[in-house]
């Protein structure tokens, strides 16, 4: 919107309001083809900022959106979860905790394809409870990812198992920010849209599990890292309070930031008393305005993915501001008529704004009043409408590997090693649930799977 209050205007109408998106869309791509890491994706949402200075009509408009984008209350709490996480992240790693821990596996034999659906399994149940698949990511990514590497997973599958156990939290979980919105947005009660979601989120669930245990892929270079770490490291297991504390606090229902806080402050107390730590090797000053230490070393280390996110929230700015989400809202109201098409359009609009923004619940609460209206016209029943738009968003949304559900997972697996990297467009492929998932939509609109009174 500019100053008066309306849209902002673009020269060469739509086409010059889509070109941001556009030059991020194709230089993505190219990163991806590429296969190159995080950064190459900051430049891309960067260059799409540049690129609407050409087409807007008012710049000051236009920078008011990129400010009014960074100001939303999420963009602060994922930047700060970053560089939270990292630090709780790098105090359990350099613990030698995972080491020990990939000790007792491989001499358990519980390794390979055994391990990712473990994780799978594990993530799924802490994702639900919690109801944050963001948290989750920084709870478990520290521990059952390098775990699973080093018992003989390959990387890209144990992010696959891990993203799609959070996909199916923040699906099912009847304290996800997303199972909340879709409910409120259609008048659902709560406890009937989770009991009626299950038809939806378990099929889904059980053929990830299936696709997990034959395709996972398996390798030799966990090995020679385990190899390399030496013997177990009994002592280090203390620093399993870090995350203890953190679930427990999650599932207390504290806020994400107080909760990676106070297991940074429990990990730092325990490796203290335990010795495995000492404070010149969590924080040191040698001199030559310099800083060393695990502490900063962790925050350094997530600066790729905090400016990714400080371009991608400013991008959301401008699309929001730019009239867009009204846009998708036209569209579904013209395509919708019977219940068939209204469904379609339902998942077709939901989806093409969660791409987008890269956020489900954003995409639910924007078109829940729209879609509340034309579904009891058409006769979609209201908790089918609430599940058609979670699941919808639960796949588009953690497809797409420029949102926090690649990136993220991406970012995470990059701060231990080049041995240990995925690239972010490598996560939707080993992203099953969501792929399932999307079977399932196809399933429901074209024959009707789930449509009951």
């Known amino acids: 919107m500019g100053q008066d209050g309306s849209r902002m205007e673009f020269r060469f109408g739509k086409l010059g309001k889509l070109a941001p998106l556009m030059v991020a869309a194709a230089m993505i791509l190219w990163a991806a083809f590429r296969q190159s890491n995080v950064n190459g994706y900051v430049l891309a949402f960067f260059a799409a900022l540049v690129t609407g200075v050409l087409f807007v009509k008012d710049e000051r408009a236009y920078g008011e959106a990129l400010v009014y984008g960074l100001s939303k209350p999420m963009f602060g709490t994922i930047v700060m979860a970053v560089m939270l996480a990292a630090v709780s992240g790098k105090l359990i790693s350099a613990s030698g905790v995972v080491q020990t821990i990939a000790v007792y596996v491989v001499a358990a034999g ?8 473990a994780s ?11 109801g944050t698949s963001v948290g989750t990511y920084f709870v478990v990514i520290p521990i059952l990812f390098l775990v699973g590497v080093m018992a003989g997973a390959a990387p890209e599958f144990m992010i696959g198992a891990i993203v799609s156990g959070a996909a199916f939290g923040d699906n099912l979980g009847p304290i996800s920010d997303t199972t909340i919105a879709s409910s409120a947005t259609q008048h659902a009660d709560l406890g009937t849209v989770v009991k009626t979601r299950m038809r939806y989120s378990l099929p889904a669930a059980a053929g990830a599990l299936v696709l997990f245990l034959l395709f996972s892929r398996t390798t030799d270079s966990g090995a020679a890292i385990l190899a390399e770490a ?14 203890a504390v953190i679930i427990v606090l999650c599932l207390m229902r504290r806020h994400l930031i107080t909760a990676l806080s106070w297991g940074i402050l429990t990990g730092i107390i325990v490796g203290l008393l335990s010795g495995i730590y000492t404070v010149d090797g969590l924080i040191s000053f040698p001199g030559g305005f310099s800083v060393s230490g695990v502490l900063i070393e962790a925050v350094t280390g997530t600066a790729g993915t905090v400016a990714m996110l400080i371009a991608v929230f400013a991008l959301l700015g401008v699309v929001e501001r730019s009239g867009f989400f009204e846009d998708i809202g036209v569209f579904l109201s013209r395509f919708a008529g019977s219940e068939r098409s209204t469904e379609a359009a339902i998942v077709l609009s939901v989806g093409i704004l969660s791409m987008v ?5 954003v995409a639910i609460v924007a078109l829940g009043d729209l879609v509340n209206a034309l579904g009891e016209k058409a006769g979609v029943d209201r908790y089918r409408r609430a599940n058609l738009m979670d699941c919808t968003g639960c796949v588009f949304c953690f497809l797409m590997p420029w949102t926090v559900h690649c990136v993220i997972p991406a970012q995470q697996s990059a701060q231990f090693g080049e041995g240990f990297a995925v690239a972010p467009a490598a996560v939707p492929f080993v992203n099953y649930y969501s792929i399932c998932m999307l079977v399932l939509l196809v399933a429901a609109v074209l024959v009707g799977y789930g449509r009951r009174r």
Do not use: D, E, Q
């Open 120 to 130: 799978f399994l594990i993530t799924c149940l802490l994702a639900f409870a919690t």
């Open 357 to 361: 923004t890269g956020v489900i619940s």
């Open 110 to 117: 519980f390794t390979g394809k055994l391990f990712v659906a």
């Open 230 to 243: 030496g013997t177990a490291k009994p002592v280090s297991l203390v620093m399993l309070a870090v995350p």
